[in-house]
């Protein structure tokens, strides 16, 4: 079956730079995904990774390392409306291409 | 709307009851998911509509969960004869297409279902 770790609470300052590691267990990978939920409200996606390397979208960044079953969400520039749960998600063949999704994240940021 | 749609917001009802939950999609989305997350957890797939069909149901828990699209927009998902368990957020996604292709899901609010 599939699983995937990450951290269950992450506390930074506003102005600083973040890390959120996602390790994961699959069979037929098929891509990471990373979403942000606010506290009542819904999903929303981040980014998305399918090969090895970084992708840059603004202040936010994701990696992947296949080999190593490893990616991170990376969160520069922290404000405070970035406080929310950050999930990683991936996409295999055990699970019919369906998103599995780990725990989540809580992200804290102090002033 | 511009977004997904998800009605009620909020429901309580008591154990054994039956309720329906109403996702409306993102006009022109063929693909549809339901999704259940409970407190402190990540969503966790029921169902996946590619048009009317269910292309995927391998997330529904047991017989009392069923989820329909007859039109190939609205979805409702209804849960028979509920149990205390079944409490949770019902989470609706809509994207473009579905299969294997990665494209991002857009969420609607959730409702939240609490059974008595």
């Known amino acids: 079956g599939q699983s995937l770790e990450q951290p269950s609470e992450v506390t930074a300052v506003e102005g600083a730079i973040v890390q959120i590691n996602c390790t994961y267990q699959?069979?037929?990978?098929?891509?990471l995904s990373w979403y942000q939920q606010h506290d009542g409200g819904a999903p929303t996606f981040l980014s998305y990774n399918a090969l090895d390397g970084l992708e840059e979208t603004g202040r936010f960044s994701s990696f992947l390392s296949r080999s190593d079953s490893y990616g991170y969400l990376l969160l520069q520039e922290l404000q405070m409306k970035d406080s929310a749960s950050y999930f990683c998600?991936?996409?295999?063949?055990?699970?019919?291409?369906?998103?599995?999704w780990g725990a989540g994240t809580k992200l804290i940021i102090k002033p | 709307g511009a977004g997904v749609s998800q009605t009620p917001s909020n429901k309580v009802t008591e154990k054994g009851k039956y309720v329906e939950l109403r996702c409306d999609p993102i006009s022109g989305h063929t693909a549809l998911y339901w999704y259940r997350q409970s407190l402190g957890q990540g969503p966790e797939f029921l169902i996946y509509?590619?048009?009317?069909?269910?292309?995927?149901d391998s997330g529904l828990p047991n017989d009392r969960f069923f989820a329909v699209r007859p039109e190939g927009s609205v979805s409702t998902l209804k849960i028979q004869r509920t149990e205390r368990g079944d409490s949770a957020v019902y989470l609706c996604a809509s994207s473009p297409m579905g299969g294997i292709e990665n494209q991002p899901q857009h969420f609607g609010d959730g409702t939240r279902l609490s059974i008595l």
């Open positions: 509509f590619q048009g009317t069909g269910a292309a995927d």
């Open positions: 699959t069979s037929g990978f098929y891509g």
């Open positions: 998600a991936v996409r295999d063949l055990d699970s019919n291409y369906q998103l599995i």
